[in-house]
C-alpha cells in the first residue's frame, strides 16, 4: 500500500489521534470509507450520458 509498512502507518495514526483527538476520529473514518464506497460505485455504474435520451427529454417528447 504506497510502500506504506506498519511503523509508517503507526506514526501516521499517531500523528491523526493528537491531531484530530479520539472523538473525531471514528467520524472522519466514516466520512472517507462513505466516499471511498460511494466512488467505486459510481465507476461500477454505466455511463448514461451516452446511451440515449434522458427521462427529461423523453417526457419533453411525450408532451409535444
Do not use: C, R
Not at 23 to 38: C, D, M, Q, T
Not at 42 to 64: C, Q, R, T, V, Y
Amino acid at each position: 500500500m504506497f510502500g506504506l509498512g506498519m511503523p509508517e502507518m503507526l506514526v501516521i495514526g499517531a500523528i491523526a489521534l493528537l491531531f484530530f483527538g479520539p472523538g473525531k476520529l471514528p467520524e472522519i473514518g466514516g466520512a472517507i470509507g462513505k466516499s471511498i464506497k460511494g466512488f467505486k460505485k459510481a465507476m461500477a455504474e454505466p455511463d448514461n450520458k451516452l446511451e440515449g435520451p434522458s427521462e427529461a427529454e423523453k417526457i419533453d417528447d411525450k408532451k409535444s
